[in-house]
């Protein structure tokens, strides 16, 4: 789903999350304003909670960030109506990942707008609309671009001088999570030169590039333990794969024996 925040609306739409802070909690309901919108929203106090509510502020409490649901909206007269009790756990959750996303690129993009010299009004109609529109939201075009670097963002259009500071900026602030996958190999052989030729086979399995680290360790005759580490699992598996096999074959070559298990 597509989150659009640059893009600015002056309503919500019914059923959707938002983000809110509470101003004025009351007996009957709580005031909050809508981080997303210029606006003020209201929560029921029949909408705080599906059980029965004693004490409202035991589950609203002023200056909070909480994730409501929108359940009636009436643009002539302003009024929001909010539901709390509507809001699933795994909806809340999503809803604050999502949000700390876009604070978190706000502040990388308002950097990068300076750097570029340009107002951040314009930069936010030349570069993040756009980039929000291509990626579904701004944080994940940057992701993109810190990994696969600014040619993305030329391809797409984005001067190249721009493109350059966006990846500049973005590299300092993101740090893209790495994920591993590892095994154990199994290598012997009797020949005369058996410690040289399980060396050269492992050495056979080394794939190492910018994104993708492949590290071999001994644990003691003839077991040596192989980790992947990669940008996502599909890569990693991949590329385990390819490493065990070139050990393997090349361990067979030698007139040695070889086994791999997870």
Do not use: C
């Not at 106090?45 to 509510?53: F, P, T």
């Not at 936010?124 to 939201?137: C, M, R, V, W």
């Not at 740090?175 to 030729?197: A, F, N, W």
């Not at 056979?204 to 192989?226: C, F, Q, W």
Request: proline share 3%; aromatic share 8%.
């Amino acid at each position: 789903m597509k989150y659009l925040p640059f893009r600015k609306r002056e309503f919500p739409e019914l059923g959707e999350l938002v983000v809110a802070t509470p101003i004025k909690i009351y007996d009957h309901g709580a005031y909050v304003k809508l981080d997303e919108f210029d606006k003020v929203g209201y929560v029921p106090i029949g909408e705080v909670a599906s059980v029965w509510v004693k004490n409202i502020r035991d589950f609203i409490k002023e200056g909070q960030k909480i994730v409501l649901k929108v359940i009636r909206v009436d643009e002539k007269k302003g009024h929001i109506d909010l539901s709390l009790k509507k809001v699933t756990d795994r909806e809340r959750k999503e809803k604050l990942i999502q949000w700390k996303r876009f604070k978190k690129s706000e502040k990388i993009f308002e950097e990068i707008a300076n750097k570029l010299k340009m107002p951040l009004s314009e930069a936010i109609n030349k570069i993040a609309i756009p980039l929000e529109d291509q990626y579904g939201e701004l944080y994940g075009a940057l992701e993109t671009t810190v990994i696969n670097g600014s040619k993305v963002l030329t391809d797409m259009g984005i001067k190249k001088e721009w493109a350059d500071v966006i990846y500049e900026v973005a590299k300092h602030h993101i740090e893209i999570p790495l994920v591993e996958v590892s095994g154990v190999l199994t290598l012997t052989s009797t020949k005369p030169k058996g410690i040289e030729d399980i060396r050269e086979a492992l050495i056979s399995g080394e794939i190492n590039s910018k994104d993708v680290k492949v590290e071999i360790t001994y644990l003691g005759a003839p077991k040596y333990r192989i980790k992947v580490t990669a940008r996502d699992y599909k890569t990693a598996e991949v590329i385990l794969k390819e490493s065990t096999d070139k050990i393997l074959n090349k361990i067979t070559q030698l007139g040695g024996t070889g086994s791999f298990v997870r």
